[in-house]
């Protein structure tokens, strides 16, 4: 069954973005503990870019299904997973870039290259680690996933804060302050 494709964030409601983030079934990942199986000879490139054997994945679908068995180990390194196979899979920073933001009544929502939405919160908190090109934010995506906040969403944040008044500059979202600078 082929994937659909990922929602506009920019045409939902903040309400909409909860209900489709409730209704999300992520596949079990953290139950399945196969042996593993070896290199699945694939990258996952900073700017979100998934590679096989050198070469990029053209098919955003193929992209999307495989992101949904991606897993973080507890040493750090990632797995593409199911109940039979484990390989490991080559991330140069985050698996996911979050290319999208909508900010409405006290939330801020977040949408990935490939389509999943986040609010950020508790569950979803953001990060900063400074980089040598500039502060360098980070989005909790699900199981230790997470997505590198764009430039451009990054400059978005940075003009919520600017609008602010707090001291040190961040955002609000589900109750939580985010401070825009690294920890």
Not at 25 to 52: N, Y
Not at 86 to 101: H, N, R, S
Request: with cysteine; glycine share 10%.
């Amino acid at each position: 069954m082929p994937m659909p494709p990922p929602p506009d964030i920019a045409a939902l409601s903040m309400d909409e973005i909860a209900a489709l983030i409730a209704a999300a079934t992520p596949a079990p990942v953290e139950q399945w503990h196969p042996s593993h199986c070896g290199d699945s000879e694939m990258r996952i490139a900073r700017d979100g870019t998934w590679f096989h054997q050198g070469s990029p994945i053209g098919r955003q679908a193929m992209v999307r299904k495989f992101a949904t068995i991606l897993r973080r180990e507890a040493d750090g390194g990632y797995v593409l997973v199911n109940p039979a196979e484990k390989l490991d899979i080559a991330v140069e920073d985050a698996p996911f870039v979050a290319t999208a933001m909508k900010a409405e009544g006290g939330r801020i929502a977040f949408q990935t290259n490939l389509g999943d939405l986040v609010i950020a919160g508790p569950d979803h908190p953001l990060r900063f680690e400074s980089g040598e090109d500039g502060p360098r934010p980070y989005i909790h995506i699900r199981g230790g996933l997470e997505a590198l906040v764009s430039r451009a969403v990054y400059y978005e944040l940075a003009n919520l804060a600017i609008a602010g008044d707090a001291s040190p500059p961040g955002v609000s979202s589900d109750g939580m302050f985010f401070a825009l600078e690294p920890a």
